[in-house]
């Protein structure tokens, strides 16, 4: 089963704005990461943030987490055109075997120009 | 070019055929992790090795089996294929267990008829 639950499952803003997607989990993490993806092609790490971290940035991105109410969000500054993507959590578990990266279903994000 | 060598990238197979996906890690990359990519499934975790040794196992089923060999490089191998396990399949990679990211290859689109 999915650890990770993003919302929304889809956003639609324009170029410019500002983007917000949330990611909820359910068990204790070691460390929480966001990819993106764009249509068909491989995921590419944005950035990761650890279980002792709560806020992280890189660039236009902003990275929250919340380990008492087990959630993230990220946030895309002044979005562009080429921000259209799908965008998915994905959770390392505390005391996890191995390093699995349990993914979320992700947000589909369209920036209109 | 993310570094993570994916073939073939595409594959059209019959039912109950076999087929083996190669994967090679980006250099200095000793984990390598599989999985699977579909519209109703989502990112599923199906098995990561390091260095050689199986070290994770998710929802992987019994058709389905995989190793990585000395050089690092791995392989899939899916047999008795069946309409429903036409996806797309990642392999990503990490120095060490996801605590710095993955880095994703291109995937393998496979589809059965």
């Known amino acids: 089963s999915q650890q990770g639950e993003e919302d929304p499952q889809a956003l639609s803003i324009q170029e410019g704005e500002n983007a917000t997607m949330n990611c909820s989990y359910k068990?204790?993490?070691?460390?929480l990461q966001w990819y993106r993806q764009n249509s068909g092609r491989g995921l590419v790490h944005l950035i990761l943030?650890?279980?002792?971290?709560r806020e992280k940035h890189s660039g236009r991105l902003r990275v929250t987490l919340d380990t008492s109410k087990k959630s993230s969000s990220l946030l895309i500054t002044a979005s562009r055109a080429a921000d259209t993507a799908s965008y998915f959590c994905?959770?390392?578990?505390?005391?996890?075997?191995?390093?699995?990266?349990?993914f979320g279903q992700g947000t589909e994000l369209s920036v209109k120009p | 070019d993310s570094g993570v060598t994916q073939t073939p990238k595409h594959l059209i197979t019959a039912t109950g055929q076999r087929v083996t996906l190669r994967c090679s890690p980006r250099?200095?990359?000793?984990?390598v992790y599989w999985y699977q990519q579909s519209l109703d499934q989502g990112l599923q975790f199906l098995i990561q090795?390091?260095?050689?040794?199986?070290?994770a196992k998710g929802n992987i089923l019994e058709r389905f089996s995989a190793q990585q060999f000395p050089d690092l490089h791995s392989e899939l191998n899916l047999s008795s294929l069946e309409l429903g396990d036409s996806a797309l399949y990642f392999c990503?990679?990490?120095?060490?267990?996801?605590?710095?990211?993955?880095?994703f290859g291109s995937g393998t689109r496979l589809t059965v008829v």
């Open positions: 990503a990679s990490s120095v060490a267990e996801a605590n710095y990211g993955y880095t």
């Open positions: 068990t204790s993490i070691n460390n």
């Open positions: 943030i650890r279980s002792n971290e």
């Open positions: 994905a959770t390392l578990r505390v005391g996890n075997q191995g390093g699995k990266l349990i």
């Open positions: 250099s200095g990359d000793l984990s």
């Open positions: 090795y390091y260095n050689g040794e199986e070290r």
